[in-house]
T-cell receptor, first 112, second 114 residues
Framework: AQKVTQAQTEISVVEKEDVTLDCVYE???????LFWYKQPPSGELVFLIR??????QNEISGRYSWNFQKSTSSFNFTITASQVVDSAVYFC?????????FGQGTELSVKP | DGGITQSPKYLFRKEGQNVTLSCEQN?????MYWYRQDPGQGLRLIYY???????QKGDIAEGYSVSREKKESFPLTVTSAQKNPTAFYLC?????????????FGPGTRLLVL
């Protein structure tokens, strides 16, 4: 069965700290896609990144970076020099056949 | 502006009442989806539609119904058969279904039972 686990329910950091959000997935398929979404207090899910199973290259976008490791079935997300505006719930998701399977989410609180 | 709109933002349902949540997109996407989010949990798929006049059940379709008469619109009805409807409902769309396509989400509707 396909499954996404985000073991960290809540994380609290002080502004400018680096923080890593963990995501572990389970799937039997060789072709799949992984996503990260951000859900600010307003509720709307904001797309951050998509990664396919054949591309293990790490990606950096500004203060955000993602580390995909197929060997450990992980797709971790790091925010460098966190800011208060980063406070939100972050979801990792696995897409197979058009259906998104979400993790439970990690609530990140960045304090000034 | 291109995007997905959901209305209303808040909706109150009385016992035994059916209510309909609206979802409209102007992204020219073929596929549309409805998800339910409960507090502290991830999203679960209710229904999805790949094309006009066709839709499929997701993981938690019981107590819900949908229609897809127009490409732009995918309304969700929460029927009286749904015994625990209080939740946050999110609509999404993508160009097509399939693993490679990114789903984009609307702002959500919060449903509360009186």
């Amino acid at each position: 069965a396909q499954k996404v686990t985000q073991a960290q329910t809540e994380i609290s950091v002080v502004e400018k700290e680096d923080v890593t959000l963990d995501c572990v997935y389970e799937t039997r398929d060789t072709t799949y896609y992984l996503f990260w979404y951000k859900q600010p207090p307003s509720g709307e899910l904001v797309f951050l990144i998509r990664r396919n199973s054949f591309d293990e290259q790490n990606e950096i976008s500004g203060r955000y970076s993602w580390n995909f490791q197929k060997s450990t079935s992980s797709f971790n997300f790091t925010i460098t020099a966190s800011q208060v505006v980063d406070s939100a719930v972050y979801f990792c998701a696995l897409n197979q056949g058009g259906k998104l399977i979400f993790g439970q989410g990690t609530e990140l609180s960045v304090k000034p | 502006d291109g995007g997905i709109t959901q209305s209303p933002k808040y909706l109150f349902r009385k016992e035994g009442q059916n209510v309909t949540l609206s979802c409209e997109q102007n992204l020219n996407h073929d596929a549309m989806y409805w998800y339910r989010q409960d507090p502290g949990q991830g999203l679960r798929l209710i229904y999805y539609s790949q094309i006009v006049n066709d839709f499929q059940k997701g993981d938690i379709a019981e107590g819900y119904s949908v229609s897809r008469e127009k490409k732009e619109s995918f309304p969700l009805t929460v029927t009286s058969a749904q015994k625990n409807p209080t939740a946050f409902y999110l609509c999404a769309s993508s160009r097509i279904t399939g693993g490679a396509e990114t789903q984009y989400f609307g702002p959500g509707t919060r449903l509360l039972v009186l």
